[in-house]
C-alpha cells in the first residue's frame, strides 16, 4: 500500500510540475498556481505516512547527529512522508514564484530556469529567482 501510495503522490506532483513548467496561462494551471490544492492533497498523504510509520516522537531535530539517525532509521513509511515533505513544498515554492513573477511582470520564459531549479533542487530555486527579480529590478531602476 506504501508502494501504491507514494507512486501515485509523485506521480500527481510530476504532472503538476509540467503543467507549472510549460502551461502556466491553462485554467487548469491557474488553479493550481492560485490555491494550494496539490500540498493540500499531499499532505493528508504525508499524514497517512507519519501516523502509519509511528509518528516522530522519537526524532532529535536538534543536532546533526540526530538527523542522520532519523534517516538511517527510516521506515518506508517514515521516507515517503519525508519526500512528501519536499513535494509539497517545493511546489507550493513553485507557485510562489509564478504569482510573484507576474506581479513584477517578468516573463515566464525568464524564470523556468528558476522554476527548474525549485523542482529539483529546492532552495536553489529560490535563490535563482531571487537573483533574476534582483537583476530585474536593477534593470528597470536604471531605465
Request: charged share 10%.
Amino acid at each position: 500500500m506504501t508502494s501504491i501510495l507514494f507512486d501515485l503522490c509523485n506521480t500527481v506532483m510530476l504532472l503538476a510540475w509540467f503543467f507549472l513548467l510549460f502551461f502556466p496561462k491553462w485554467s487548469f494551471t491557474q488553479r493550481l498556481i492560485t490555491f494550494p490544492w496539490i500540498p493540500l492533497g499531499v499532505s493528508f498523504f504525508y499524514t497517512y505516512f507519519l501516523i502509519v510509520s509511528g509518528g516522530l516522537a522519537e526524532a532529535d531535530f536538534s543536532s546533526l547527529e540526530g538527523i542522520t539517525n532519523l534517516f538511517r532509521l527510516a521506515s518506508p513509511e517514515s521516507a515517503a512522508a519525508g519526500w512528501l515533505h519536499y513535494l509539497a513544498f517545493d511546489f507550493w515554492v513553485g507557485t510562489w514564484i509564478i504569482r510573484h513573477s507576474r506581479r513584477y511582470q517578468i516573463s515566464h520564459w525568464v524564470i523556468l530556469p528558476a522554476l527548474a531549479c525549485t523542482f529539483m533542487l529546492g532552495p536553489i530555486g529560490i535563490m535563482v529567482y531571487s537573483i533574476i527579480y534582483f537583476i530585474k529590478r536593477q534593470l528597470k531602476k536604471a531605465k
